[in-house]
C-alpha cells in the first residue's frame, strides 16, 4: 500500500491546515489509518488514528480540541484537520495503516506516506 500525504504548507499562528492522505493502486478497504508527525530534533509522535469504518476516531490529548480526523472511503482518502495552529505544530506530518489493533505506537504501523511539510509562523 502506497500512501500520500499533502496538504502542507506555511501558516500563521491561529491559522488552519486541511492534511490529506490517499493510496495509490488501491483503497483503504480494512485498514485504520493514522497520522503522525516529527518536529526537527524530536521523536516521531502520534497525532490521531480512524478505523476503517470511521467509527472510532482518536486525537492524541494534547490536541483534542484543535485537531479532528475523518475518513470518506468512498474518496479514499483520510484527512486531518488542524485549527488554531501553534509555532509547536511545525513538524512533517505523516500518515500510516495498520490493520492491526489500536495504537500509538509508529512501529505498529506497517505502511507509510513521505510526508507532507507544515511550518506555522509566529
Known amino acids: 500500500v502506497q500512501l500520500q500525504a499533502s496538504g502542507g504548507g506555511l501558516v500563521r499562528a491561529g491559522g488552519s491546515l486541511r492534511l490529506s492522505c490517499t493510496t495509490s493502486?488501491?483503497?483503504?478497504?480494512?485498514?485504520?489509518v493514522g497520522w503522525f508527525r516529527q518536529a526537527p530534533g524530536k521523536e516521531r509522535e502520534f497525532v490521531a488514528r480512524?478505523?476503517?469504518?470511521?467509527?472510532?476516531?482518536y486525537v492524541a490529548n494534547s490536541l483534542k480540541g484543535r485537531f479532528t480526523i475523518s475518513r470518506d472511503n468512498a474518496k479514499n482518502t483520510v484527512d486531518l484537520q488542524m485549527n488554531s495552529l501553534k509555532p509547536e505544530d511545525t513538524a512533517v506530518y505523516y500518515c500510516?495503516?495498520?490493520?492491526?489493533?489500536?495504537?500509538?505506537?509508529?512501529?505498529?504501523?506497517?505502511?507509510w506516506g513521505q510526508g507532507t511539510l507544515v511550518t506555522v509562523s509566529s
Open positions: 500510516a495503516a495498520d490493520r492491526g489493533p489500536f495504537s500509538v505506537s509508529d512501529g505498529a504501523y506497517d505502511y
Open positions: 493502486g488501491r483503497t483503504f478497504s480494512g485498514l485504520s
Open positions: 480512524v478505523t476503517w469504518t470511521g467509527g472510532a476516531a
